[in-house]
């Protein structure tokens, strides 16, 4: 029955060249605060499914202010906002996340890879010449296997 009452909408709004504009409007607002305040990455298709998303649309009112509620109601924003939550309780360390992982070594490397939990620090890259050229001098103390190591995690390999 929803997807009917999408279908209906999208037949509506393809008829009156206002509800396109409003729609689009109205659609690129809810993804980009969906994306601003919740990290979440939203389509138009994910839009349609938000009462007040197509209340908007249809009444040229403002949308009301549950809709990042119902943003947060949609499944697949909720899945990602549980994974935020177990990578925060994991980097504090919590037992009961690390309990709620899978065992085996393998599988929790790959859960904790689905996190985004890689374990590499993000490297800048070096500002400036200067920089670059002391990273390179100390690179020259270390044994070859370490100067290669240590080039990769600089960025400079």
Do not use: C
């Not at 509506?12 to 409003?22: F, G, H, P, W, Y």
């Not at 919740?38 to 938000?50: H, M, S, Y």
């Amino acid at each position: 029955m929803m997807s009917d009452s999408n279908e209906n909408f999208r037949a509506i709004v393809a008829s009156d060249d206002k509800l396109k504009a409003r729609w689009e409007a109205v659609s690129d607002k809810v993804v980009a605060d969906a994306a601003k305040l919740l990290g979440v990455t939203l389509d138009r298709e994910d839009v349609v499914a938000l009462p007040s998303a197509r209340l908007a649309v249809l009444t040229d009112d403002a949308l009301s202010d549950d809709y990042l509620n119902e943003v947060k109601d949609l499944e697949a924003v909720q899945e990602h906002l549980r994974q935020q939550e177990l990578r925060a309780a994991l980097e504090r360390g919590e037992d009961d996340a690390l309990a709620s992982l899978p065992k085996g070594r393998a599988a929790r490397m790959a859960a904790a890879r689905d996190l985004g939990m890689t374990g590499a620090a993000p490297v800048p890259a070096p500002s400036s010449v200067a920089d670059e050229a002391t990273l390179l001098r100390r690179l020259l103390t270390l044994s070859p296997a370490e100067r290669l190591a240590k080039a990769r995690a600089w960025g400079l390999a």
